[in-house]
């Protein structure tokens, strides 16, 4: 048989470039499109063809009708939330007109499948934990505006044209290869700050409560979600909840490193507390997260350690 033509947009940015893995090793034939506003060609593994250009640009339309993709994961997007609420004209630029145009060109192209990344910001504060996929959507901020928005539009393309979309709101995700710079992942700058020997900056009062998913999880989620859950929205985290100070503590046990974290203002769009209910996950795509915090924690600390050293 064939290998699957899959194309991954976004899939030289952090969690798209463990999919190119996970997906290499399942026999899949990738392409990947990437702007490299954020991602870079080295997070790719060799032998991956990576097509430089902008998801808005319509000769995405051209490449996808000659490359015929099965299935597209639909990865690339405007990530920082902060960012959103400073230019949500360019947040809702990328992340609503982008997805149309891979939408259209899935259309064209002849996509059987579009999986598209979403997140638990489309949620807004919950109402009550763990939110389940049935939750109102009242996002706080741009970002999860666009991401709604390009949700619904992505549903209303299964409604009218029969293409099959799957829906995965992702919780935080962390994992090796997540940049310490700009408004990253909260793990992430914690542990580039632990190993410079500097105090992490905590954004509030440190009681935020969040549902921290490893990015090796997340590309397992896509995998499944490539031939199951058709027409699903799938929350994808571990229902397990850790507040800040919580996860701090835990990561100065993993790290063996000491000291006190500073505190800084709340982060506008912030949510107060989010912990996902993931049992229509597992139910319907037949995936469950299997790397738990600590475990997680010790594996991007190690990463991040050889990747101070240097490759010589
Ligand atoms: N990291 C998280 O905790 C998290 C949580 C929920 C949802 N998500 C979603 O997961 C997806 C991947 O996020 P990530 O954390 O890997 O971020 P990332 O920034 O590492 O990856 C996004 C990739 O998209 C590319 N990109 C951005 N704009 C583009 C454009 N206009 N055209 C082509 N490529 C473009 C970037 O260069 C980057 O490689 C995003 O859709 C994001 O909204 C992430």
Redesign the pocket.
């Known amino acids: 048989m064939p290998a699957m033509r899959v194309l991954i ?2 899939g ?5 470039s463990h999919l190119v893995e996970t997906g290499r090793q399942a026999g899949w034939e990738i392409w990947v ?7 870079s060609r080295s997070n790719l593994p060799d032998g991956i063809p990576l097509i430089t ?4 640009d319509p000769a995405l339309e051209e490449l996808m009708i000659d490359f015929r993709p099965a299935v597209i994961h639909h ?5 920082d939330v902060a960012a959103s609420v400073a230019d949500p004209w360019h947040d809702a630029s ?1 992340n609503l007109l ?1 997805t149309l145009r891979v939408l259209r060109a899935a259309l064209r192209s002849g996509v059987r499948r579009v999986v598209l ?5 489309v949620y807004g504060e919950p109402e009550r934990l763990p939110v389940a996929e049935g939750h109102p959507l009242r996002p706080l901020s741009p970002y999860g505006l666009s ?1 709604a928005a390009a949700e619904a539009y992505a549903r209303w393309f299964g409604a009218y044209y029969g293409l099959e979309v799957v829906i995965l709101r ?5 994992g090796p290869r ?2 310490a710079v700009g408004e990253a ?1 909260v793990i992430a700058r914690f542990l580039a700050a632990l190993a410079d020997g500097e105090r992490p900056v905590i954004h509030g009062d440190g009681r935020q409560v969040r549902d921290f998913i490893y990015v090796g999880d997340v590309a397992a989620a896509h995998l499944q979600a490539t031939a199951r859950g058709a027409g699903g929205i799938y929350n994808i985290g571990t229902g397990r909840a850790i507040s800040i100070r919580g996860l701090y503590r835990l990561m100065q046990r993993v790290t063996g490193v000491e000291g006190e974290p500073t505190h800084g203002p709340p982060r506008p769009g912030d949510i107060r507390r989010m912990v996902l209910d993931i049992r229509r996950a597992q139910a319907e795509l037949g995936w469950a997260p299997r790397v738990g915090l600590r475990e997680g924690l010790a594996e991007t600390w190690r990463w991040m350690a050889g990747r101070r050293q240097g490759p010589g």
């Open positions: 947009t976004g030289a940015g952090f969690i798209g499109v990437d702007d490299l506003s954020r991602g250009i902008d998801i808005r990865l690339a997007a405007q990530v990328v982008g990344a979403s997140s638990a910001a991401k992702y919780g935080n995700v962390y997540q940049p992942g």
